[in-house]
């Protein structure tokens, strides 16, 4: 479901029903359950980190191809301003459901997404303390937090596994060449 990074530490959070076969991998990571949405999921993840670092970054495990220079650009935008997401221009007519008019200039965003550590966590806590369940990280931090969040330019190739089809193009894309090298 998640990862949860905070340089130091880092945590995988699993569907309940995917511990079993998660936890014997031996992936140098604590594995804890995940919850019933992604907000009570991060949570526990969270959670196992303990005390909070400077930075943590949260990264969807459906994204399956972040680069490493991707993670270094939004830790590094984080650092500066407080919080960091990679985004990419939304591709084709976005229509209000409305209006069914088009909505120009809106971006998608994607994982990791990176805050500083103590914000973050504060920010989870008052979200749970109001019953806010999230779509998304940024989307916690931003009513329940106080950092600003800078939009780094994402990376189209940051696939979402989604449908079956998006399988079929990660896997095209793990079985290519790498883009960083032979």
Request: net charge negative; proline share 8%.
């Given at each position: 479901?998640?990862v949860?990074?905070?340089?130091e530490?880092?945590?995988?959070?699993?569907?309940?029903?995917?511990?079993?076969?998660?936890?014997?991998?031996?992936?140098g990571?604590?594995?804890?359950?995940?919850g019933?949405?992604?907000?009570?999921?991060?949570?526990?993840g969270?959670?196992?980190?303990?005390?909070?670092?400077?930075?943590?970054g949260?990264?969807?495990?459906?994204?399956?191809l972040?680069?490493r220079?991707?993670?270094?650009?939004?830790?590094?935008?984080?650092?500066?301003?407080g919080?960091?997401?990679p985004?990419?221009?939304?591709e084709?007519?976005?229509?209000?459901r409305?209006?069914?008019?088009?909505?120009?200039?809106?971006e998608?965003?994607?994982?990791?997404?990176v805050f500083?550590?103590?914000e973050?966590?504060?920010?989870?806590?008052?979200?749970?303390?109001?019953?806010?369940?999230?779509?998304?990280t940024?989307?916690?931090?931003?009513?329940?937090?106080?950092?600003?969040?800078?939009?780094v330019?994402?990376?189209?190739?940051?696939?979402?596994?989604?449908?079956?089809?998006?399988?079929?193009?990660?896997?095209?894309r793990?079985?290519?060449?790498?883009r960083?090298g032979?």
């Amino acid at each position: 479901e998640a990862v949860i990074s905070s340089g130091e530490r880092c945590v995988l959070v699993g569907h309940p029903d995917a511990l079993e076969w998660l936890s014997p991998l031996d992936l140098g990571v604590e594995v804890v359950p995940g919850g019933a949405s992604r907000t009570s999921s991060e949570t526990a993840g969270l959670a196992a980190l303990g005390e909070p670092a400077e930075l943590i970054g949260i990264h969807d495990g459906a994204r399956p191809l972040v680069t490493r220079e991707l993670i270094e650009a939004v830790f590094r935008a984080a650092s500066e301003t407080g919080g960091a997401v990679p985004v990419i221009p939304a591709e084709g007519l976005v229509i209000g459901r409305s209006t069914f008019r088009p909505v120009e200039g809106l971006e998608l965003a994607q994982t990791p997404q990176v805050f500083r550590g103590a914000e973050l966590m504060a920010a989870y806590v008052r979200a749970a303390q109001a019953g806010f369940d999230g779509r998304d990280t940024a989307e916690v931090v931003e009513r329940f937090g106080n950092l600003p969040i800078a939009a780094v330019p994402g990376d189209p190739g940051n696939l979402k596994v989604t449908y079956p089809a998006d399988f079929e193009e990660a896997s095209r894309r793990l079985k290519a060449p790498s883009r960083n090298g032979p």
